[in-house]
C-alpha cells in the first residue's frame, strides 16, 4: 500500500533554515503532482508549494523567494527547503502527492495521498 512519509520538522529560531523530506513508499509506478502544504493553529490548510513531474513549480506568495520544492523522481520524494523561517511559518506541514501505485488489494489505482504531517515551530 502507498504511503507518504515525512521526516522530522522542529524547532527553528527566525531567520533560520530547515528541510523538510516526504519519500513514497510501497508499489509505486509513477508519481505526478507533488506537494507540501500546511496548517497553522485555527486556519484553514493552504498550498505552500507544488511541482509537476515536469518540474514546474508553484509558490505561495507569502514564501516565495524564501523556500524551494524539489523532487527527486528516482527515490519518490520530495523536498522543501525552508529558508529565513518567520515566526508565522510555524505550521503542521503536510506532504501530498498524486500516485499511479497498487492499492491495498492489489489493484492499480491513481489517487491522491497525504502525508501524516510534521509540526513546524519557528520562534526565538
Known amino acids: 500500500q502507498v504511503q507518504l512519509v515525512e521526516s522530522a520538522g522542529g524547532l527553528v529560531q527566525p531567520g533560520g533554515s530547515l528541510r523538510l523530506s516526504c519519500a513514497g513508499s510501497?508499489?509505486?509506478?509513477?508519481?505526478?503532482?507533488m506537494a507540501w502544504y500546511r496548517q497553522a493553529p485555527g486556519k484553514q490548510r493552504e498550498l505552500v508549494a507544488s511541482?509537476?513531474?515536469?518540474?514546474?513549480?508553484n509558490y505561495a506568495d507569502s514564501v516565495t523567494g524564501r523556500f524551494t520544492i524539489a523532487r527527486e523522481d528516482a527515490k519518490n520524494t520530495v523536498n522543501l527547503q525552508m529558508n529565513n523561517l518567520k515566526p508565522e511559518d510555524t505550521a503542521v506541514y503536510y506532504c501530498?502527492?498524486?500516485?499511479?501505485?497498487?492499492?491495498?488489494?492489489?489493484?492499480?489505482?491513481?489517487?491522491?495521498?497525504w502525508g501524516q504531517g510534521t509540526q513546524v515551530t519557528v520562534s526565538s
Open positions: 510501497g508499489s509505486i509506478f509513477s508519481i505526478n503532482t
Open positions: 501530498n502527492a498524486d500516485v499511479d501505485g497498487l492499492s491495498a488489494d492489489n489493484s492499480r489505482i491513481f489517487r491522491n495521498y
Open positions: 511541482i509537476s513531474r515536469r518540474g514546474t513549480t
